[in-house]
């Protein structure tokens, strides 16, 4: 038997642009010895999420069900908040991910947050600088900052930005990659899971070549 410790990084998100950029991380994952994922979706746009789910064959473990017709920012929020929680103390993550710049994203690291669970922000650093354009992206990701413990840049000019927010370098990952690739971010994702849970064997079984820098 094993004495390997497994430890669960609980991945969130609810549209289909966060579950195209999530899914290349969540195989990683399952590819990294003493790292488990465990996939929550919020359904905060569920048919079209489904169909990538399908392609990408992920199956939810949790599933909020948060979708309404005619929903509003607000009530996403506040059902993600209602219903994330128990999820977590379920789960008990070592850590959570989300993606991008959704509602989704920015209550799930908050509900993270609240629960004390370390939040890794993939695809950080983008910036228009104006909060309303695009709304309410724009917020929603200079939120889920300051929120997160490790922020996954997806260009060195991402970077930048954190560091200007005076970021501590260390946390801070880039992978330069083409537009719309979808194996951006997993192979940094995991190393610093890895490092933070302080894993005996942590090591990528399936490493993604590093784009030229």
């Known amino acids: 038997m094993s004495d390997l410790v497994t430890a669960r990084i609980l991945c969130v998100f609810g549209t289909r642009p966060e579950a ?21 979706v919020t359904d ?9 789910l399908e392609f990408f064959d992920i199956r939810p473990d ?11 920012p607000s009530e996403v929020a506040a059902r993600v908040l209602q219903r994330l929680p128990p999820v977590l103390v379920k789960v008990d993550p070592a850590a959570v991910l989300v993606q991008g710049d959704t509602t989704t994203t920015l209550a799930a690291a908050l509900a993270a ?11 950080a650093g983008l910036r228009t600088y104006r909060k309303e354009a695009p709304f309410p992206e724009e917020a929603n990701r200079q939120m889920t900052t300051a929120i997160s413990e490790w922020h996954f840049a997806p260009t060195a000019w991402a970077r930048r930005t954190r560091s200007r927010l005076r970021q501590r370098p260390e946390l801070v990952r880039v992978r330069l990659c083409p537009p719309c690739t979808v194996l951006a971010f997993e192979e940094p994702v995991c190393i610093r899971l890895a490092e933070r849970a302080n894993l005996p064997g942590a090591t990528i079984a399936h490493p993604v070549p590093r784009a030229p820098e």
């Open 113 to 123: 947050f609240y629960g004390g669970i370390p939040v890794g922000h993939i695809e």
């Open 20 to 40: 195209i950029k999530m899914a290349p991380v969540i195989r990683a994952l399952a590819g990294t010895p003493a790292l488990e994922p465990v996939v929550c």
């Open 62 to 72: 949790h599933r909020l069900g948060v979708m309404r017709d005619g929903q509003s």
């Open 44 to 52: 905060q746009h569920r048919e079209m999420l489904d169909q990538v």
